[in-house]
T-cell receptor, first 112, second 114 residues
Framework: EDQVTQSPEALRLQEGESSSLNCSYT??????LFWYRQDPGKGPEFLFT?????EEKEKERLKATLTKKESFLHITAPKPEDSATYLC?????????????WGLGTSLGVNP | GAVVSQHPSRVICKSGTSVKIECRSL??????MFWYRQFPKQSLMLMAT?????????EQGVEKDKFLINHASLTLSTLTVTSAHPEDSSFYIC??????????FGSGTRLTVV
């Protein structure tokens, strides 16, 4: 079954304590993996798109990596303003169509 | 760039009434708009895909007569929740594809049916 699983479900860090969020997927015909940040009561905000295994992208304290079965979102020296839910989504070929499926997200809290 | 403006951000309505949610693409043309609903602590659930000038495609289990979608222009898509009931209370979000930048989302609409 095509699935996207994010872990952990929730994570609380101290300011400056680096960590990683995981997004594992079981789809074939991957066309792209997306990372988004969602603040409470807001729509998701685009962070990264990764297309192929081995690809890495960085933005400020965030770095996303991709393998053939999972992606990591590394957060280096997080700050309280990095607190949010981080969502992962996978776009893949499904027959003659493309499908996008979402993980449940990781709720990140960063203590000052 | 690539902003999707969604209104209203919050709406409270009485059971049995209809509510319209608008999503406008401000600086680009959105030939496709995705409509999602999201329950607390749950992922985005795709409800339907609207394409400018044609009928929307609804996901399995989504009542098309209850959730009316219109995409009459390249910059405006609307979702109307008809005869709303408390179980329709949710967070509704629209999204337009943006190629290399994934998908641009509206800011969401919190619907509460009382």
């Amino acid at each position: 079954e095509d699935q996207v699983t994010q872990s952990p479900e929730a994570l609380r860090l101290q300011e400056g304590e680096s960590s990683s969020l995981n997004c594992s997927y079981t789809v074939s015909g991957l066309r792209g993996l997306f990372w988004y940040r969602q603040d409470p009561g807001k729509g998701p905000e685009f962070l990264f798109t990764l297309y192929s295994a081995g690809e890495e992208k960085e933005k400020e304290r965030l770095k996303a990596t991709l393998t053939k079965k999972e992606s990591f979102l590394h957060i280096t020296a997080p700050k309280p303003e990095d607190s949010a839910t981080y969502l992962c989504a996978v776009l893949y070929n499904a027959g003659n169509n493309r499908k996008l499926i979402w993980g449940l997200g990781t709720s990140l809290g960063v203590n000052p | 760039g690539a902003v999707v403006s969604q209104h209203p951000s919050r709406v409270i309505c009485k059971s049995g009434t209809s509510v319209k949610i608008e999503c406008r693409s401000l600086d680009f043309q959105a030939t496709t708009m995705f409509w999602y609903r999201q329950f607390p602590k749950q992922s985005l659930m795709l409800m339907a895909t609207s394409n400018e000038g044609s009928k929307a495609t609804y996901e399995q289990g989504v009542e098309k007569d209850k959730f009316l979608i219109n995409h009459a222009s390249l910059t405006l898509s609307t979702l109307t929740v008809t005869s709303a009931h408390p179980e329709d209370s949710s967070f509704y979000i629209c999204s337009a594809p943006r190629g290399l930048y994934g998908y641009t989302f509206g800011s969401g609409t919190r619907l509460t049916v009382v």
